[in-house]
């Protein structure tokens, strides 16, 4: 019996657990503003200046 109630909990609550896990992911995913995109820009761009010296 024991293998049939941990199968159920698998096939029940693994796709809720795995649904709570990208909501959570979607939520707290965190937007870089105008100001931090044009910082990282510039620092890749120094950065492949540097690497072609």
């Known amino acids: 019996m024991l ?3 941990l199968w159920a909990f698998v096939v ?3 796709p809720i657990i795995l649904l709570l ?3 959570y992911a979607l939520l707290t995913r965190r937007h870089r ?3 931090e995109r ?3 820009d510039r620092a890749t761009e120094r ?3 540097n ?3």
Do not use: C, F, K, T
């Open 47 to 49: 950065l492949y200046r």
């Open 33 to 35: 503003g105008p100001a």
């Open 51 to 53: 690497q072609g010296d």
């Open 38 to 40: 044009r910082e990282s």
């Open 12 to 14: 029940i609550g693994g």
């Open 3 to 5: 293998g049939v109630d």
């Open 21 to 23: 896990v990208l909501v």
